[in-house]
């Protein structure tokens, strides 16, 4: 395959003087579905998706399904049968010529798989996904939970709401998470959307319009900040494990290496701080209740 690492995640990879390890980590990197990863993929009941505007703003999206609704229907196409809520930025992503960044996480067995590549939308409903890029990850900092009940919701969904700053409400959910996705994107690669996890508190609120968050030692090829390196726009999704419900941010991260922000986060390497512009929450739109088993050995104590 081509260059397995754009020019963004380089720069990152030099600065952090991982060039070697990088390289051979990235060997894991595919452009067909490894063996296994249809019998995996086919037992999952989410998938969070990582898309752009075509007014360019990044955002992470929810999709949910029986086991089942992920299907390797060849080498290199992933088959989704699944739709988002009405009003998602997924839909209009369609009209963008960026592609789509795939998350399949099993939160009990700490397994996850990337998926990157063009989506074509069906007639019947839901999605191809073209890969031109798969591959699994890595267990750390994921919260171990599982599935405790699922079903359509009792009462009629309540209405998106939408806004530029969050919420007092949300301020406290943010605050409050072990578990969120980041989703960045660039130009020719595609978006992208990672895991991210820590202890209860590990994202800090600044402000109705501002985070941060600690970046811990991952796999060293650094997909996302490398594509904040070339361009700032970034989307987080935030999952209401409890109610079913999410928040989506959008708006710019900028990462930064100064000591005094370091200090703030124990076992960081870096900080994450992220502007939010835009702000969605929907309630109730995924049918999945988990309940939280326990954390990952690996979050920083």
């Known amino acids: 395959m081509a260059e397995r690492f754009h020019t963004g995640e380089l720069a990152v ?34 998938l969070v998706v990582a898309s752009v505007s075509p007014e360019g703003h990044v955002w992470g999206s929810l999709l949910t399904g029986e086991a089942g609704f992920l299907e390797v229907a060849d080498a290199r196409t992933l088959r989704i049968a699944s739709v988002p809520h009405e009003g998602d930025p997924l839909h ?28 074509e939308v069906l007639s019947g409903g839901g999605y191809l996904l073209h890969a031109s890029a798969v591959y699994a990850l ?5 919260q171990a939970r599982e599935v405790r009940s699922s079903g359509a919701p009792a009462e009629p969904v309540p209405t998106p709401v939408e806004g530029a700053r969050m919420t007092e409400a949300q301020q406290r ?17 595609g978006a992208d959307a990672s895991h ?3 202890n209860p508190g590990f994202v800090r609120v600044l402000g109705p319009d501002r ?3 600690p970046d811990y030692a991952g796999n060293n090829m650094f997909n996302s900040l490398g594509n904040l390196e070339l361009s700032p726009r970034a989307g987080l999704l935030f999952l209401d494990f409890e109610r079913g419900g999410t ?12 000591p005094e922000r370091l200090a703030r986060f124990p076992g960081a390497r870096r900080v994450v701080e992220f502007h939010v512009a835009q702000v969605r929450e929907a309630f109730g739109i995924s049918p999945l209740r988990w ?5 990952s050995r690996f979050n920083p104590s």
């Open 247 to 258: 928040l989506q941010l959008s708006g710019e991260a900028r990462v930064t290496w100064e």
């Open 92 to 119: 209009a992503s369609l009209r963008s010529q960026v592609g789509w960044g795939a998350l399949a996480i099993e939160f009990a067995t700490r397994r996850r798989m990337k998926v990157k590549g063009r989506a």
């Open 138 to 142: 890595c267990p750390k900092y994921i």
């Open 291 to 295: 309940r939280f088993l326990e954390p």
């Open 196 to 198: 991210r996890g820590g």
């Open 173 to 189: 959910q943010v605050g409050s998470v072990d578990t969120f996705f980041l989703c960045t994107a660039h130009a020719e690669a």
């Open 211 to 213: 985070l941060e968050y």
């Open 13 to 46: 990879q030099a600065r952090e003087g991982v060039q070697a390890v990088a390289r051979r980590v990235g060997g894991i990197i595919g452009e067909t579905f490894p063996p296994g990863a249809r019998d995996f993929l086919a037992q999952q009941r989410m």
